[in-house]
């Protein structure tokens, strides 16, 4: 949908309106910035609270970060349906103030003594069920917003806010477990989502959506639809396939690095929230990249080569020993470097993804991508938690991080990788 700023010059030919001119489209990406910075604070928090306040193990912490994954693999598709058919504005207001809710309860429940075990696998699920609602609703709001001519910097501006909150959040989390309460970590995300809450409803543009279903039936006839549209596509298709050999491998991963960090290399939570934080800068230059580089050097190329070398540097990991100030200065450059790459291929991907996707099935498609990716990342994580047990935390880090490089092979050896300087044209929805 045309934004509201679109002017019209003296010759009669429509004049693409400035971004930041747009007050809507500022009110999505201040609201953006604030849940993301605060799911990013959250899921630094839920595990630091697993390992070192409630002393959980490598399968307790596996199962913790399993749950708060598995909504991806039991919502994705449904939320993608009803995305299609709601407004994502009101979507976005209800689950920002749910998440609030949820952890505002987890504080309470910190503050007297009954946040055990349990109870975070309980807020982990909840905050990752709203997180889906909010994740597929806020993009497919950009192209409800924007011209279509103008995804790739809307894309590059709401990345670039996510990785600011890449910056603040792990760090923030980190902090928070180590040194103050489990009540106080939990609430501060909390805040964060009720900034969000606060401007995204002043979102006023009115949205331009289909007719809702009669029928239940009609909810399953859409996913079919999204499944098809995007089996259809090779470029869709391949994104499907290397979004889950990443997500499996890098949930499997993540598992491992939680532990490795405080237990092999005897970092603090500070430490560890702050090497973590180091993907937030990384990212930011990611985002900036993603608005040049593949209009310059084909966006194929950019994939491919961006995965590699973000998703190579890893391997590094394993082979840290010595000082923990080496160590961390190791870290931060490891993580600036995974974070960088990591960015420029999802601004790219989500730029391909929205502009072969009709608008219809905008949501539908992010959705579909976001089941067969993020579905595989509770398995990966459980699997991170089981090989630590047998193997130790360094040989299992070591095989999950090389277990990564599979997305950028499955890329490189696709049509994806010959995708020119040009983003694809619009496909047609299935009938």
Known sequence: MPSTSSAISDSGRSVPPRLWRDRDFRRLWVGQTASQLGEHTTLVVLPLLAVLTLNAGAGELGAVRAVGQAPFLLLSLLVGAWVDGWRTRTLMVVTDAGRTLVLGAAAVAGLLGWLGLPALLVVAFAVGALSVFFDVAYQASLVRLVRRDQLVRGNSALEGSRSAAQIAGPALGGALVSLLTAPIAAASSAVFFALSFLSIRRIRRTE???????????????????????????SLRTVCLASAAFQFSFAATMTCYLLFLPRELHLSGTAVGLTLAATGPGALLGSMLAARLPSRFGHGAVLV??????????????????????????LLVINFVFGAGGQLVNVTVMAVRQAVTPDGMQGRAAATITFVGMGMAPLGSLLGGFLAMGWGPRTSLLVTAAGMLVSPLVMALSPLARLGRALPAVRDAPR
């Open 208 to 234: 331009s959506i289909p007719e809702r279903a009669e029928r239940p039936a009609r909810v399953w006839r859409r996913i079919h639809e999204g499944l098809r549209f995007v089996a259809g596509d090779a």
């Open 305 to 330: 080569s961006a995965a590699a070398l973000g998703d190579g540097v890893f391997l590094w990991v394993p082979a840290l020993h010595g000082s923990p100030a080496a160590t961390v200065s190791a």
